[in-house]
């Protein structure tokens, strides 16, 4: 009977001090629609990526040239020749797979560039953040725009305006 006694009031006190944990809500689409910086950064990486893009198509359209005139002028070539002419258009395939690889892979330069521009701002929100937790006690706080398991979010829980207003942006 001690047991079941001893069971029950534990229970009760880890239900009552769950419920007294604080959380709060914020949307980090509308934060980053909200700060100029990060709408600039995503600008200058739409135009970089769009330029190293317009290079390799260059290189592929070169490709392709050379594979026409190829098939165009086998039937003349020795095999010599056409051995020239195949390894001549390996090379510029691969020379497209490396710069494609090199602006856009895993760890390539866009990636570099992303990340040099948008650390700052990650880095200025979550100290924002950390902040009012800290302030208002909040255990939690959670990213509606990413977490697709939020069904319903009252607004009075979101914090969003108030992160932006921490940072020193406007509320709109």
């Not at 009031?9 to 980053?32: G, H, P, R, W």
């Not at 002419?85 to 090379?91: L, N, P, R, T, V």
């Amino acid at each position: 009977m001690k047991k079941i006694i001893l069971t029950l009031a534990l229970a009760c006190t880890f239900a009552f001090n769950a419920s007294a944990q604080k959380f709060a809500l914020v949307d980090m689409e509308y934060i980053l629609k909200n700060i100029p910086a990060y709408e600039r950064a995503n600008e200058q990486l739409n135009q970089t990526s769009k330029k190293w893009q317009a290079e390799v198509d260059a290189i592929n359209t070169e490709v392709q040239t050379l594979y026409k005139n190829y098939q165009n002028e086998s039937v003349f070539l020795s095999q010599e020749q056409k051995k020239k002419k195949q390894d001549e258009i390996m090379a510029k395939e691969k020379e497209a797979g490396e710069l494609k690889r090199k602006y856009f892979g895993p760890e390539g330069e866009l990636y570099k560039k992303r990340e040099s521009l948008m650390s700052p701002i990650q880095e200025e929100i979550y100290t924002a953040v950390k902040e009012i937790a800290n302030l208002r006690g909040y255990s939690l706080i959670l990213d509606r725009a990413a977490d697709s398991g939020i069904i319903f979010a009252s607004p009075k829980n979101d914090i969003s305006n108030e992160v932006l207003a921490k940072m020193g942006y406007s509320v709109q």
